[in-house]
């Protein structure tokens, strides 16, 4: 999926919200820091890693869910019934369903970034934020976006 963006454009947005958010790694806000995930290295080289990650792996995939989530409305408060991972599980299913692209996997972490890119209000809980969209619009990442607005592959 093209969405019209060069990879550096879109990146240079990735960085600015990992600029904004500097806990903000590939499985979202500062999830790894915890000694017991670290497997014999520091909490400060895992985050780097993590940080690395986001910035370097997921910029396609961010640019994927910036399109889907930039897709929908938002509603006038923050819904504590979806977090962002639940949200990336709805885009990864929508890039299957309507793009057919196998293995599909966005991080939590780009998912955040496409949220906060996107204009959405958000409020971090561990790993994951919340956001403020709306039931009806967290239903639509499931149907689509209208055929019209496909991007090419």
Request: charge should be negative; charged fraction near 25%; hydrophobic fraction near 35%.
């Amino acid at each position: 999926m093209h969405t019209g963006n060069s990879f550096e454009e879109v990146q240079e947005r990735l960085k600015r919200v990992m600029a904004q958010e500097p806990g903000l790694t590939s499985n979202g806000f500062k999830s790894s820091w915890k000694p017991s995930n670290t497997h014999g290295r520091s909490s400060q080289e895992v985050f780097e890693r993590e940080r690395r990650e986001l910035l370097e792996d997921e910029v396609v995939k961010f640019d994927r869910a910036c399109f889907l989530l930039g897709g929908i409305g938002k509603s006038a408060g923050i819904n504590d019934m979806y977090d962002t991972y639940n949200i990336k599980h709805r885009i990864e299913e929508c890039l299957w369903t309507f793009f057919r692209y196998p293995n599909v996997h966005i991080s939590n972490g780009a998912t955040i970034a496409a949220a906060i890119d996107c204009g959405f209000m958000y409020e971090a809980d561990g790993a994951s934020a919340y956001i403020n969209i709306s039931d009806e619009d967290y239903f639509k990442l499931n149907a689509g976006p209208p055929i019209e607005e496909v991007p090419e592959r």
